[in-house]
């Protein structure tokens, strides 16, 4: 038995693809303030949204938790602190704010936090 499909059902179809497709993506992140200098944010080449899907790409499952732009031995990247539901501490990124490649990663422990001097908002996963 062979089923027809009316034109209509066919461009109904293609119109709801088509509704989906130009539907702005939806955050995969909650909005985290980049913090800095506008001096610094000015010589960025990699946009602060394009670094925190960078980041967020190291860390599966992650939540952002903070972000800021600064000089860091002499190159300009985002730093990134990032939580992971059911582990202690963050994971935190560097994107180099000129190439956008991620230039270390490294876990913090709340006691390495603490020593850094971080607010509380950014340490609490």
């Known amino acids: 038995m062979s089923r027809r499909y009316s034109p209509v059902l ?3 179809l293609v119109l709801v693809a088509a509704a989906a497709a130009a539907q702005p993506a939806q955050p995969t ?3 985290v303030k980049i913090t800095g200098s506008s001096a610094l944010k000015a010589r960025a080449k990699v946009s602060g949204d394009s670094a925190v899907k960078v980041a967020l790409a190291q860390v599966p ?3 952002l938790r903070s972000g800021e732009i600064e000089r860091e ?3 300009l990247i985002y730093s990134f602190d990032v939580a992971v539901a059911g582990k202690p501490g ?3 990124v560097h994107v180099d704010a000129i190439t956008g ?3 270390a990663r490294e876990h ?3 006691a390495q936090e603490r020593k850094e001097g971080r607010p509380a908002a950014a340490r609490k996963p």
């Open 108 to 110: 913090e422990t709340a």
């Open 73 to 75: 031995r002499g190159k």
């Open 29 to 31: 992140h909650p909005a």
């Open 10 to 12: 066919g461009a109904g």
């Open 90 to 92: 963050i994971e935190e």
């Open 61 to 63: 499952n992650g939540t």
């Open 101 to 103: 490649a991620v230039v």
